[in-house]
């Protein structure tokens, strides 16, 4: 079983169902095997088996008891165990919901399915970190918004008060103007 399981030439996956409290395999073989096709299915009830898968293949990649496990083709020790899923029988769970949550991860974790479900991960992560470019970008630009608001603003206000001396001086040069008009002027007195 270990030499199928980290066959590189294993095109198929391959399944595992240990024993659960009751004695009986957590999910029948036929039922199994209608989800499963040709793949390969294991039965392990022996705790000297699954000791020996453990130590074969890692803790994280091992089959528990009480569980079911799926080994897709390419298995090596450093395999994401989350590719290789494990199905655990719940407390009081029927086998029909136990069957329910192996033919999901069976369908969410093949290859096919997991390169696509990665894709589309990588184009998400690519995506957000856009999104929090433009978000910084349109910080920024709002900033310096409200900065050229700002100044608009002063240069308004010092155009306003610069209108009003322009215009309180051509008043006083206007008056000026007119006081000198009323002078008489040098050199012709009258007297």
Known sequence: MG????????????IALTSGSTGRLVLAPDRVRTIVGGARIYLVTGKDVLLHLEGLLGANLALPVRAARIWWPELTFDSDPLEHPVIFQLEDESESDMLAEFVRCFELTRPAVRREIQLIEDTRVLLESELAQAREQQRRTDERLRETQVEVHEQAMRAEETEARLASTTRELERLRSSIGEWPEKGTGSG
């Not at 030499?3 to 391959?14: E, F, I």
Request: charged share 25%; net charge positive; aromatic share 8%.
């Open 3 to 14: 030499g199928y399981l980290l066959s590189g030439d294993r095109k198929q996956p391959a």
